[in-house]
């Protein structure tokens, strides 16, 4: 009876530590079927922003309006060292140290990630993949600086990373050789602005938008490489653009 007693306790405190982990895990998201985007907003009330959101990403950039917008001062140094299979895209975490300024507001960059097909379109022109370089304040406010990218000659920096992708969703490694952001930006940065919102569960809006009017170029092996590797395309549909503004 003692034995059965303690068994009993025992399955108790499995089942309660079980429901407090299963209470802080967030809902399963996907790019296809039951967890894709047109569910996001329903599978989970913190990801309410992806169905009612007014302000979200990605856009087709079109009717820019022309403004006075200040360059971007980038302070990038060779940071990217640890390279993510996080099973929704590939992610090059950075070191600490490097900036940006826009409007004379900071931000550092925390990682890069990649999508294909491009998830933002300029004038309706999508292209074979799109890099997000994530940056955050101090206040954790986000600006993204997105890149296009076309088919073309081989990326040798990308390939940096390229060559240490992980195969399998969940897995990471150390990147030997540190890749330098800096170098997978166009030369020429001129840039649209826009608010926007993470492309990405929870949807969360106030991000500011800076897609680079110039593009880079990977190889077609090397897009192709990581389309394989997620196994299914990794971009959210087009949102409205409701009443926002475009600027160029």
């Known amino acids: 009876m003692k034995k059965r007693c303690i068994e009993l306790s025992l399955v108790i405190v499995v089942l309660f530590i079980t429901s407090i982990v299963l209470a802080g895990e967030k809902a399963h998201w996907g790019y296809s079927g039951s967890e894709g985007p047109e569910h996001w907003g ?38 990217g060292n640890e390279i993510v299979n996080n099973g929704h895209t590939i992610q090059v975490n950075y070191s600490p140290g490097s900036t940006i300024k826009v409007n004379g507001h900071g931000f550092e960059l925390k990682q890069f990630h990649f999508h294909s097909p491009s998830e933002n379109t300029l004038e309706g022109q999508s292209y074979p993949m799109e890099a997000h370089f994530v940056h955050a304040d101090e206040d954790g406010n986000l600006a993204v600086i997105a890149v296009m990218f076309k088919a073309g000659d081989k990326n040798a920096e990308l390939e940096k990373a390229w ?53 880079q170029t990977a190889s077609e092996e090397q897009i192709a490489k990581f389309a394989n590797r997620m196994h299914h395309p990794n971009n959210r549909p087009l949102q409205p653009l409701n009443a926002r503004a475009i600027l160029k």
């Open 42 to 79: 329903a599978l989970d009330p913190e990801y309410a922003l992806c169905s009612k959101g007014k302000n979200q990403s990605p856009v087709n950039l079109k009717g820019m309006i022309e403004s006075d917008l200040p360059p971007i001062t980038i302070n990038y140094k060779s940071g």
């Open 163 to 215: 060559a240490h992708m992980p195969e399998k969703a969940d897995e990471k490694g150390e990147l030997p050789l540190s890749v330098d952001a800096n170098i997978l930006l166009p030369h020429d940065q001129d840039y649209y602005r826009f608010n926007g919102s993470l492309t990405t569960p929870p949807c969360s809006e106030g991000v500011w938008w800076l897609v680079m009017k110039d593009f």
